[in-house]
């Protein structure tokens, strides 16, 4: 049995913020339980391609402040030249630009995972522990007790940052957790749960020497939208995407493809001349998805009242992205519940 005065489930963006405020008012008795081999949640930097949280804006205050304080870069999305608006298949592509006056999303230099990795310096890997996967929560009369699948740990306080529909899996004292909060875990919708990414590299952004922007919106097709994402340095060159969700009906041979051949049609041949091609299907990781997904087409309603309450007494607090009344499923949502979290669990 191990014993902390906190413990934190889920080292994703809202897990590790938390952590990091802790530390900073002086707090560090705690420790962050990670059931993946990786910290970072749904951010996952892979060859310089972000295949989960990628983009914010000026008024996402929250992640613009947090990377100033770390002093992590951020830089526009490339966005110059024409983009490719496929609304019919059978009819030739519409090309348009955007608004120079209107200032493009930005990205973290270096990829999200810049962030994370920045986070977990100021923390300390000892204060993570992977491959975690906590099974029971249960209310004791002083003390919270967190089951995992090797150990006990004992903690004054417990805060859940794994998106609730994931939590419910936990095996929470069931006459302490009102049978509401289990409701609103089920039907909280995880963001990119049912995403599909896809991200190529090049040796070079043969669509900016055409005056592209290598933004290709699809309305139908098997990609429904398509990014110039070379890293802040110009040194390596890559486009990034969703993919449509049913291509997961298919074989990834099939779908890469139909992918390619899709591209090649609306950027050139030169699609075909990629270094590195690889996809992430959300839908197959079980720290994100589950057996049945739900596609939302509009934006899912995140900041359920019931996750701002406290329960066990005070003593078990949820927080994350999907948690958040705050720019809820946003990597600025995850940082502030995070910083929330952390005034209740000091309080």
């Known amino acids: 049995m191990i014993k902390k005065k906190y413990v934190i489930i889920g080292a994703g963006l809202s897990g590790l913020t938390t952590a990091y405020m802790l ?8 420790l962050i339980l990670e059931s993946r081999d990786r910290s970072g949640g749904r951010i996952y930097t ?7 949280a990628t983009w914010f804006h000026n008024h ?3 992640v613009n402040a947090l990377l100033d304080e770390l002093e992590v870069n951020k830089f526009y999305q490339y966005s110059k030249g024409k983009s490719v608006l496929v609304y019919n298949t059978m009819a030739p592509a519409h090309y348009f630009e955007n608004d120079p006056n209107s200032p493009s999303a930005y990205r973290i230099a270096g990829g999200s995972t810049a962030m994370i990795d920045k986070l977990i310096s100021k923390i300390g890997n000892d204060k993570i522990q992977l491959n975690t996967t906590v099974t029971e929560i249960n209310n004791r009369e002083a003390t919270v007790e967190v089951v995992a699948e090797k150990e006990t740990y004992v903690a004054q306080k417990v805060v859940v940052t794994i998106p609730p529909r994931i939590a419910t899996r936990i095996d929470f004292t069931s006459e302490e957790l009102p049978k509401s909060v289990r409701k609103s875990m089920k039907d909280t919708h995880t963001w990119m749960s049912n995403a599909i990414k896809v991200g190529l590299t090049f040796k070079t952004p043969f669509w900016r020497n055409k005056n592209l922007s290598g933004t290709l919106i699809g309305q139908v097709g098997v990609v ?24 997961r009906d298919v074989t990834a041979e099939e779908r890469k ?9 609306y950027l050139g041949e030169e699609v075909l001349d ?6 992430k299907d959300w839908s197959k990781d079980k720290n994100t998805s589950c057996n049945k997904i739900k596609s939302i087409y509009m934006s899912p309603r995140y900041g359920n009242p019931d996750f701002a309450k406290t329960y066990f007494n005070r003593k078990l607090i949820f927080s994350g992205a999907e948690t958040s009344p705050v720019h809820g499923g946003y990597m600025d949502g995850a940082i502030y519940s995070g910083l929330l979290t952390a005034k209740k669990m000091i309080d």
């Open 257 to 265: 493809q139909r992918i390619l051949e899709h591209l090649q049609k």
């Open 60 to 62: 996402h205050e929250n």
């Open 274 to 279: 990629y270094i590195s091609y690889q996809e």
């Open 46 to 52: 892979e060859k310089g391609i972000d295949y989960g």
């Open 224 to 247: 429904t939208d398509l990014y110039d994402h070379s890293d802040v340095a110009d040194k390596t060159f890559s486009l990034m995407g969703f993919v449509n969700e049913g291509m």
């Open 23 to 30: 530390q900073k008012h002086g707090e560090t008795d705690f």
